[in-house]
Structure formats: C-alpha cells, structure tokens
C-alpha cells in the first residue's frame, strides 16, 4: 500500500492523502453551510465560464473513451485478463452484472428515466415540432445516448485500469497506481498523493450530487405515497437516515452487505420493469423502445461528436457536459468499485459486460418508464409535463398516477420509493468503500473507524448542496469537480498503452507462426514441414 500510517488515529491510512482531501471537503461544508446562497452563485459563475470551452472538450474525450474501450474488448488485447494468466472470476456472472448497475446508474435513471424524455419532449436542437410523435421517439433517443454507451465507456476505462494494474501487475489498487508506467516512483510521493486526493474530491462530490437527486425523488415519492410536502427538511431527513444505513451496511464489506443488497434491489428492479410492462400501454411501450433503440444506434456517432458549434441555445452545456461531468465525476468511486468486483476476467468479457449489459438493462428501463410518460402525453390523460415544470423530482410518481390504477398505484409507488432507498444506500455504501480504499493507499479493506467517518461526511456534504440551491447547484457542482479528474484520466490513457506493450498474452494480427520460404520452393529441399520460429525470436522481431 502507499505510505499507510502504522500508528495513531490515521492508522492504515496515507496521512498526507486523507488530511488534505478531509481540508477540502470540511473547508467546502462550512463555506457551502454559512454562506449557502455564495456557494450557489459561485458554482453557477464558474460553470458559466467553462461551458463554451466543456462543450468541445468533454465531447472529445468521452468520444475517444468510447472508441478506445471497443479496440480494447475486441483488438489484440482482448485476451489479456485481470489477474494471473489462468484466474477465474471472483463473482458469479449475476451477482457482478447485479453490483455495476446498482452502484453504476441505479440512483441516477430512477430520476432521469421520465424526467429527460419529457423535458425533452418539449424542446430540443433537433426537433422542429415539439410534443408530438417524432418528439417523442428523438426525446427518447436523446437520453438512450445521455445514459448508453458513451458514459459506460468512462466507467468501464477507469475501471478496467485499476483492476488490471492492482490484479495483473500487483499494485494498490488506487488511481496513481495507473500512473506508475509513465512516472515511476514518482508516484509513490507528492505527485500519487495529488492524483488520489483529485480522485476523491471528484468522487464526493459525484455521490453526493447523485445522493441529492435520489433524496429529491424520495420527497417526491414519500409525498405521492403518505401525502408529505415536499421541504427541504424533509429532505435533511431522509439524507440523514439513508447515510445511517449505508454506513453500516459498508461496514460489514463488499461479500455480504453491497452483494445482498445489489442483488435485492436487482430482483426488485425487474418486479417493476414487469409490472410497467404489464399495465402500461404494453404495444406501445414494446414498439416504441425498439424503434427509439434502433434510431439511437444509426445516429450514435453523429451524437457522440455534436457539439451545437451552430447553435447557442444552451442545450448543450445543460444536457450533454452535465451527464458527461457527472460520468467523469463519478468515474473513480464506480470504476473502483467494478475494479473491485472484476478480478479474473478477460479484457473482452469485461468490455463486453460492462460496455453492454449495463447499457442494454438502461434502454430497457428507459423504455418502459419514459415510453410510458410519453404515451400518457400523446395518447392520454396528461398532466406529466406540468408536473414536471413544476418540480423535476416528482416525474416518475406522476407518471404512475397517469396510470390510472388507483391503489395499485399507490402501491407501486411505494415499492419505488424503497427502490429509491435501496439504490442510495448501495451507492453511498459503495462510494464510503471506495473513498476510503483510495485514502488507504489501495487498501481494499480500509479501518472501520474511517469508513464511518467518510459516510457521515458524505451526509452532510449532500445536506450542504441541497441548502445551496438544489438541482442547478449539485449540475454546477459536478461538473467542476470532473475537469481536474479528465486531465488524470488522459494520463491513465498513456500509461495503460505503456503497460501493455509488455502483454504477450494476445499474438499481434499477422504474426508468423513459421519460418518464410518462397511459395514456388521445391519441399524436399526447404522440407516439409518448416520449422517454426520460438515466440522469444518473434517477440524480439517486432
């Protein structure tokens, strides 16, 4: 591990690491609690600031993200595997799909799965005619690309570089060990501590933006359900008791406490997914997922590199280099914790797990529950896009009130609102695990005493940022906290190429694998059988 105390109360943590990064946020937490309203416009002037120069840059990279994870998964690198050349995997197959989408997106599409097709729905560059049909199916089209393949390709990065330099090459797993190959031991002092401590400043705030949309949705859904208003101390509230869990529940590690409950909240995602389907407008919801998924695929890369260079309507910088920071941000707690969850796994099964399964159970859910509020607003009652102008966080629960289905409903938005509960706890559980293993050198099982330390701190940082203005503060928030991440990530770039050219696992495409002899050579005099080269002289010959 790197530079773990032995002694005091920093005791197997990097004291420099953990001291700094606990400055920061405690330095941001009183500021954010004291001068609430400084915090919000401050937040709201930097973003202004950086947009026109993130509209391009975010774009770039995240593009290139995407395209260097598909060479990974199926160039000749593909064989190489996170672990000893013969390892087999840690987890069952279930059991990992189940962990990188509940602590990977769980919190975040419940919020945004009817909120951005109907905002959407309503307006944006590339519809002419708002709120009708073809609205409809671009909307969708929109948030498939805002939570598909591009933001799993971030994720998956970051995750696939950790686990393959702490399981392959037997380093910590932290974000400085990626680093090594290009700066040596050099990393192992000031320069690995700046690095860990931007990774952790990125990762807080990440969770704690995703934590404040969930307790947002909570109110929402505690006021659809028993009738609560919806305050912000209410909201206090419910960041308080969700913290309490998660706390405890990461205490008990990564085999029992995040395992059982992913895989609760795995099982209770596909009871509502059947249920949507079922009761919804089923035809409806079938046709226009697969249409909706097929657009998404023929205008994937003209998406991937737009950035509204002809337009200055703001859409971009509201829509794209928010989701794009907010993958960024939270790219070092999700990408640990899939490290973490991956040993023994090829580089083609894990790009193929996490580029696609992920994506493929996104598109599904976004169908249903959006494709749901869109045919409510085409076809129905109505009413979804005046609850939500009124207030974002109440879309999901509006869209099961348009439903029609009377207690059923009620039911079902209940279940949703522990649905909601559960997907906070396993993120802010995943991501106290994570921010702690990072300030332990690497340490995959960081004190006790630490993790319940971060838990609360990450509770009320949440607290913090919803004082400071809700929803517009946590975008702004985000997004500021993934630019000095993204300059680490090109770096991981350089030194996972770096790190490769010493695999030998995958033969480069056209290898010889015999001697060369003329085609028109008689074989009794250059012999029937040429005798190959040894890998050592082919290796030496590239």
């Known amino acids: 591990m790197y530079q773990q105390a032995q002694r005091g109360p920093l005791k197997g943590m990097n004291p420099r690491v953990t001291l700094v990064t606990f400055v920061v946020v405690a330095v941001s937490m009183i500021y954010g609690a004291f001068y609430t309203e400084r915090l919000g416009y401050g937040l709201a002037l930097m973003r202004t600031v950086f947009d026109p120069f993130l509209e391009w840059y975010y774009v770039l990279l995240v593009a290139f993200l995407l395209l260097f994870m598909v060479w990974l998964g199926t160039g000749r ?29 769980g919190v975040g599409i419940l919020f945004w799965s009817v909120a951005q097709p109907i905002l959407q729905f309503q307006a944006n560059p590339f519809i002419t005619d708002a709120m009708s049909p073809d609205a409809a199916r671009v909307a969708m089209r929109l948030t498939y690309f805002h939570w598909g393949l591009n933001g799993w390709a971030i994720f998956s990065f970051v995750a696939l570089v950790l686990a393959y330099f702490a399981y392959r090459w037997k380093m910590p797993l932290t974000i400085r060990s990626g680093l090594k190959p290009l700066f040596g031991k050099r990393t192992d002092g000031m320069l690995g501590d700046a690095v860990d401590v931007l990774a952790v400043f990125g990762t807080v705030f990440g969770i704690a933006t995703t934590l404040g949309l969930g307790v947002q949705q909570m109110n929402a859904g505690l006021g659809a359900v028993f009738g609560l208003p919806s305050s912000l101390a209410l909201q206090l509230i419910v960041t308080a008791v969700i913290m309490s869990v998660a706390t405890f529940s990461v205490v008990s590690g990564v085999k029992r406490g995040v395992r059982l409950l992913s895989e609760a909240n795995f099982w209770l995602s596909i009871a509502v997914v059947v249920f949507m389907l079922l009761f919804g407008p089923t035809q409806y919801l079938i046709a226009i997922t697969i249409e909706s998924t097929g ?35 939270w790219s070092p707690f999700v990408g640990m914790f899939i490290a973490r969850v991956s040993r023994g796994r090829t580089f083609r099964e894990f790009v193929m797990g996490v580029l696609l399964v992920p994506t493929v159970i996104t598109v599904v859910w976004i169908g249903l529950f959006g494709g749901t509020a869109l045919y409510h607003e085409l076809f129905g009652s109505g009413g979804i896009v005046a609850a939500v102008e009124a207030d ?43 921010i702690n293993t990072i300030l332990a050198g690497g340490d995959p099982e960081p004190p ?32 500021m906290a993934a630019l000095p991440f993204s300059v680490v990530i090109m770096l991981m770039v350089a030194g996972l190429l770096k790190a490769l050219h010493r695999e030998r696992y995958a033969a480069r495409t056209g290898e010889r694998a015999e001697a060369p002899r003329e085609p028109w050579a008689d074989l009794d005099d250059a012999g029937s059988h040429p005798v190959p080269v040894s890998d050592d002289e082919t290796h030496k010959a590239h």
């Open 295 to 329: 657009d998404y695929l023929q205008n994937l890369m003209g998406m991937t590199f737009h950035t509204n260079a002809t337009r200055d309507d703001g859409w971009q910088a509201e829509w794209t280099v928010f989701f794009w920071g907010w993958w960024l941000a």
């Open 392 to 434: 974002v966080a109440t879309a999901l629960f509006a869209t099961i009130d348009a439903m029609g289905l009377g207690l059923l409903g009620q039911g079902v938005s209940a279940v949703l609102v522990l649905l909601i509960a559960t997907y906070l706890i396993t993120s802010a559980n995943a991501g106290t695990l994570v």
């Open 77 to 105: 690198f593909k064989n190489v595997r996170l672990g000893s050349d013969f390892e087999q995997p840690e987890f069952t197959f279930f059991s990992w799909v189940a962990m990188l989408f509940a602590a990977g997106t």
């Open 448 to 479: 006790t005493a630490h993790r319940l330390l971060w838990g609360g701190l990450l509770g009320l940082l949440t607290a913090v940022l919803l004082m400071a203005g809700g929803l517009e503060t946590l975008q702004a928030a985000v997004i």
